[in-house]
């Protein structure tokens, strides 16, 4: 090891003492201290979120994540889900991501330069964002080796990358905070694919410092980049509590420690194998029981626990693995690979660690890390991480990565999703790459987090081109770039891993975690999957009411009116789940899979709803519990009305005449569904306007309000009054339906502090 990089060791060890102290001091924060257990904690916000990184298992209470992107909105994969925009403006906005509210963008993705210039419109203040590539699109692969964002300050390497290094995507982590709006636009529309990742807050006071709008020459701090530049290193606590140890494996099933000495949080858990045995011991499982659990929270393959579908490693590089959370390092001259993961891990009582497994003749050495914790239980959540194999995946069906209820015995979990690992081919395989991943939270039947495939979640673009690669947060570790090219037959398993931070994804109640296998759910590939996910057997938000609008008793109950309301319209549509029917000519799809496939198949049959539509005013009553910290309300809709946007008022409920209103916000869903498709043939050919009109017309769409107006309320009143929106579908070319605000039913959630605590 050289002297620079002790020195660098050295230094992130200080560093990590210095600002990663929150979570054993009690869930302290720069703007407050509330060690209650009757007290939701501080959330880390913008770049706050990388430099509290130990506040990964906190519970994030009126926190929501949403991924919007370019994906067919006919649930097919037309143009590798690129080009589908919103609307268009004048010019050159070409609108994929409109936003209203406040709340912070951490993560933007597109394929290559595609789409550069891009508009990136905070506050009504354009920000024009492109990288190097764009003044060359048609030679850019042959004539750039590195590439740069521009302008550069704002989004430097490790928190931003470009397709030069990530093998085909443009990437930036760098927060991009919003006070009332946020929107994204591409200046070109050619192969214009992108996701972005944004998050809303119910309630600034628990924020860990307040939202203000990007400037555009906000600069992310040294220490900061610093920090994630640490990938690859121990980033942990040096000066705590450790267990260290060596087994010799000789059964199948192997303790390696039995922590005693809780409330506690793991900061490290380093496992280190021998050279010569890492391929043969990739696939001994890692089992992690807290508090004496019945059953395992993690239960999984080694390999992809650390990131990777396989230890085989082809080209001998240092790091298979180099993300900021988990390494697979090899040292070569040591004749040795070490297993890191450093997500922070709490337990209260016990921590159980094994090893289990078909037994080989080697030594296993470990080393715990771990610290005292002295804040309340319910702050916090277990790690967990989640396994799941699917060898042969059911056409037009997503595979069901992770269902939190029911997992460990427990109904109703609160936590954080965190990221994902998993092969997507046994077999160097990597057209199941155009599968999507779709996220659900809490009951919603419309994903919060809908992506345009497997590589993109990944952090690459075009299959990476079949090339390896690993950043702090995303990558593709291990597999050939094509079958022929296989150096070993385990050169053929391919696989991406994706870890989330800033970006991570909260849930009050339950996290449904889906992937789509191929493009339309029809690769017949040998998939396994890991999850990694923060959980709590208790729920941060319960359901304490609903209005069935269109249900004369319902809306009696309820007290909805609604005076320029239309007549009870029933709809037949759908959601957004994927294809309706398997297709007569799959494409694709290998002779010998025939006899799994039934052509023409209904896959998501559509399914009635009623409801209303206004464009004038609706009020209505519902329940809360009283003892909140702010609520979500979901409406069901229907989604061919376009931009619905309201304003929102709250009141205590009281007398229809003695009511006191109080401004909550602005309520708006951006598009409708009818899009436009532009995807010209030349990089910086004139944009096209094709419409594209779906029949998934159904929505559940989201709205925070925060504590200041539910706090100690039995039920609110709450009003909507529509803004009808003029923008046009494209220039001079109105939408097919005029704007108006739909409502099917409405659903009241209170944000509660979950109801755990050490017996």
């Known amino acids: 090891m050289t002297d620079n990089r002790i020195q660098v060791i050295v230094f992130l060890g200080w560093l990590t003492g210095l600002l990663f102290s929150d979570l054993q001091a009690g869930a302290q924060s720069a703007r407050d201290v509330r060690p209650a257990a009757d007290h939701p904690p501080v959330i880390p916000v913008g770049t706050d979120a990388y430099q509290m990184w130990d506040r990964w298992p906190v519970q994030r209470i009126g926190d929501r994540a949403y991924m919007r992107s370019t994906y067919d909105r006919s649930g097919g994969n037309e143009a590798a889900d690129a080009s589908h925009f919103l609307f268009m403006d004048e010019g050159d906005?070409?609108?994929?991501?409109?936003?209203?509210?406040?709340?912070?963008?951490?993560?933007?993705?597109?394929?290559?330069?595609?789409?550069s210039p891009w508009h990136f419109t905070?506050?009504?203040?354009?920000?024009?964002?492109?990288?190097?590539?764009?003044?060359?699109?048609?030679?850019?692969?042959?004539?750039?080796?590195?590439?740069?964002?521009?302008?550069?300050?704002?989004?430097?390497?490790?928190?931003?990358?470009?397709?030069?290094?990530?093998?085909?995507?443009?990437?930036?982590?760098?927060?991009?905070?919003?006070?009332?709006?946020?929107?994204?636009?591409?200046?070109?529309?050619?192969?214009?694919?992108?996701?972005?990742?944004?998050?809303?807050?119910?309630d600034d006071a628990a924020l860990s410092r307040p939202i203000r709008s990007w400037t555009g020459r906000d600069a992310p701090g040294k220490a900061l980049l610093s920090l994630i530049d640490s990938s690859g290193l121990d980033i942990a606590?040096?000066?705590?509590?450790?267990?260290?140890?060596?087994?010799?494996?000789?059964?199948?099933?192997?303790?390696?420690?039995?922590?005693?000495?809780?409330?506690?949080?793991?900061?490290?858990?380093?496992?280190?194998?021998?050279?010569?045995?890492?391929?043969?011991?990739?696939?001994?499982?890692?089992?992690?029981?807290?508090?004496?659990?019945?059953?395992?929270s993690v239960d999984a393959p080694l390999c992809l626990f650390f990131g990777a579908g396989t230890f085989y490693n082809r080209d001998k590089r240092e790091y298979l693995v180099r993300g900021f959370p988990i390494n697979i390092h090899y040292d070569y001259p040591g004749k040795k690979v070490t297993l890191a993961c450093y997500y922070p891990m709490p337990f209260f009582r016990s921590a159980r660690f094994e090893i289990s497994g078909s037994p080989a003749a080697a030594v296993l050495d470990y080393e715990i890390r771990y610290a005292p914790y002295r804040g309340p239980a319910n702050h916090l959540s277990y790690f967990h991480a989640t396994y799941r194999d699917f060898p042969e995946p059911v056409p037009g069906r997503d595979l069901l990565l992770l269902d939190t209820k029911g997992a460990e015995g427990q109904q109703r979990w609160s936590g954080n999703f965190a990221g994902t690992s998993l092969i997507f081919s046994h077999n160097g395989f990597l057209g199941t790459l155009e599968g999507d991943p779709r996220f659900f939270f809490d009951g919603s039947l419309t994903p919060q987090a809908y992506g345009t495939g497997t590589e993109e979640w990944g952090g690459?673009?075009?299959?990476?081109?079949?090339?390896?690669?690993?950043?702090?947060?995303a990558g593709h570790p291990c597999g050939t770039t094509k079958k022929e090219n296989a150096a070993d037959p385990k050169d053929l398993i391919e696989s991406a891993y994706r870890f989330l931070l800033a970006d991570l994804m909260p849930f009050g109640n339950r996290a449904v975690i889906r992937l789509e296998h191929g493009a339309e759910n029809l690769s017949r590939e040998h998939y396994e999957t890991l999850v990694y996910w923060y959980g709590l057997p208790a729920p941060s938000l319960i359901k304490t009411d609903e209005v069935d609008i269109g249900k004369t008793e319902d809306e009696q109950a309820h007290r909805y009116t609604s005076p320029g309301a239309s007549a009870v319209e029933s709809i037949r549509s759908r959601y957004e789940w994927g294809i309706d029917s398997l297709p007569l000519r799959p494409w694709g799809m290998d002779p010998a899979q025939a006899a799994y496939y039934r052509p023409?198949?209904?896959?998501?049959?559509?399914?009635?709803?009623?409801?209303?539509?206004?464009?004038?005013?609706?009020?209505?009553?519902?329940?809360?519990?009283?003892?909140?910290?702010?609520?979500?309300?979901?409406?069901?809709?229907?989604?061919?009305?376009?931009?619905?946007?309201?304003?929102?008022?709250?009141?205590?409920?009281?007398?229809?005449?003695?009511?006191?209103?109080?401004?909550?916000?602005?309520?708006?869903?951006?598009?409708?569904?009818?899009?436009?498709?532009?995807?010209?043939?030349?990089?910086?050919?004139?944009?096209?306007?094709?419409?594209?009109?779906?029949?998934?017309?159904?929505?559940?769409?989201?709205?925070?309000?925060?504590?200041?107006?539910?706090?100690?309320?039995?039920?609110?009143?709450?009003?909507?009054?529509?803004?009808?929106?003029?923008?046009?579908?494209?220039?001079a070319h109105p939408f097919p339906e005029k704007s108006a605000w739909s409502e099917l039913r409405y659903a009241v959630y209170s944000y509660v502090m979950p109801d755990f605590s050490l017996k």
């Open 237 to 296: 606590p040096r000066h705590i509590q450790r267990k260290k140890g060596s087994i010799r494996l000789n059964k199948t099933m192997q303790l390696l420690a039995d922590l005693r000495k809780g409330p506690a949080v793991v900061r490290a858990l380093k496992i280190t194998l021998p050279l010569d045995k890492a391929v043969e011991l990739e696939r001994l499982r890692l089992r992690i029981t807290w508090d004496g659990a019945d059953s395992p």
């Open 600 to 731: 023409g198949a209904e896959v998501y049959p559509a399914h009635t709803e009623d409801g209303r539509h206004t464009r004038s005013v609706s009020a209505f009553t519902v329940s809360l519990e009283p003892d909140n910290y702010g609520a979500l309300l979901r409406r069901t809709l229907d989604y061919r009305y376009p931009n619905q946007e309201a304003k929102v008022y709250i009141a205590e409920n009281g007398a229809a005449g003695d009511t006191t209103w109080s401004f909550a916000g602005t309520w708006y869903l951006a598009g409708s569904n009818t899009c436009v498709y532009s995807n010209p043939r030349g990089e910086t050919d004139k944009r096209v306007y094709q419409v594209q009109t779906s029949d998934r017309r159904f929505r559940d769409d989201e709205f925070l309000l925060p504590a200041r107006l539910t706090r100690g309320r039995k039920s609110i009143r709450v009003k909507l009054v529509c803004q009808p929106s003029d923008t046009e579908l494209y220039p």
């Open 93 to 115: 906005r070409s609108v994929t991501l409109d936003v209203k509210g406040k709340g912070i963008l951490y993560f933007f993705r597109a394929n290559h330069w595609h789409g």
């Open 460 to 473: 690459g673009g075009d299959y990476w081109g079949g090339q390896n690669m690993t950043l702090p947060f």
């Open 122 to 202: 905070i506050d009504g203040q354009d920000h024009v964002v492109q990288e190097t590539a764009t003044r060359d699109p048609m030679d850019a692969q042959k004539k750039y080796s590195h590439t740069r964002f521009i302008p550069s300050a704002p989004f430097p390497e490790p928190l931003s990358w470009t397709w030069s290094t990530t093998r085909g995507a443009d990437l930036i982590w760098t927060p991009m905070p919003f006070e009332r709006s946020l929107q994204i636009a591409y200046s070109r529309t050619h192969y214009g694919t992108g996701y972005y990742i944004y998050h809303h807050y119910a």
